[in-house]
């Protein structure tokens, strides 16, 4: 079974603060490994990696993937009190027919105090 | 705006109802998803279609019931829920193939009593 796991699952830091998110995935057939930010509702798309090593970087946001050790982290520098929300790190479950539905790590539950 | 569409945002039925969630995607995609999230457990799947055919139900009672009737329109009816289902329901659309992302909508909050 896919299987998930962000660390921490909640975390309280100051404007201004550096914070590191964490995603460690067990998969049957990697094909992606994928970052979405959900404030209120809708989780809303930021990251899709597939390849070790590369840096995928929008604005003050940046993650990355080891496909060796079975893990990525999501970055934000800078921290502002907009950051605020739960970050979720999702893996496609392979089905062979091109649509796979995702399974989903219980999130990080991130609080930027001004 | 995400491009998909949820219809009603908020929902409560009796146990004893008959309702139907409905979701459209404006994104020219060609597979969608129906997703749960209930209050401490992950997003979790519930139905995939791919080109209107359901390739997946991730084992869901029979009280769900999806339909597709094209690639822009996804139904989950629901008849005698319980309410442990109350919880917010997700819709997502994706193109076919990989790699892909999944775009979500904003979801029906929908409680049981």
């Known amino acids: 079974e896919d299987k998930v796991v962000q660390s921490p699952l909640s975390l309280v830091v100051h404007e201004g603060d550096t914070v590191t998110l964490n995603c460690s995935y067990e998969v049957t057939n990697f094909r992606s490994l994928l970052w979405y930010k959900q404030e209120k509702k809708a989780p809303t798309f930021l990251f899709m990696l597939t390849s070790s090593g590369i840096e995928k970087k929008s604005g003050r946001l940046s993650s990355i993937l080891d496909k060796k050790e079975l893990f990525s982290i999501l970055n934000i520098t800078a921290t502002q009190t907009g950051d605020s929300a739960i970050y979720l790190c999702?893996?496609?479950?392979?089905?062979?027919?091109?649509?796979?539905?995702?399974?989903f790590g219980k999130g990080t539950h991130l609080i930027i105090q001004p | 705006e995400t491009g998909v569409t949820q219809t009603p945002r908020h929902l409560v039925m009796g146990m004893t109802n008959k309702k139907s969630l409905k979701c459209e995607q404006h994104?020219?995609?060609?597979?969608m998803y129906w997703y749960k999230q209930s209050a401490k457990k992950p997003l979790e799947l519930m139905f995939v279609y791919n080109f209107k055919e359901q390739t997946e139900n991730n084992s869901v009672p029979s009280r769900f019931s999806p339909e597709c009737p094209n690639s822009s329109h996804l139904f989950l009816h629901l008849h005698t829920l319980q309410p442990e289902d109350s919880a917010l329901y997700l819709c997502?659309?994706?193109?076919?193939?990989?790699?892909?992302?999944?775009?979500f909508g904003p979801g029906t909050r929908l409680t049981v009593t």
């Open positions: 999702a893996v496609p479950m392979y089905s062979g027919g091109g649509a796979d539905g995702l399974t």
């Open positions: 997502a659309s994706s193109i076919v193939g990989h790699p892909y992302e999944q775009y």
């Open positions: 994104l020219g995609h060609n597979a």
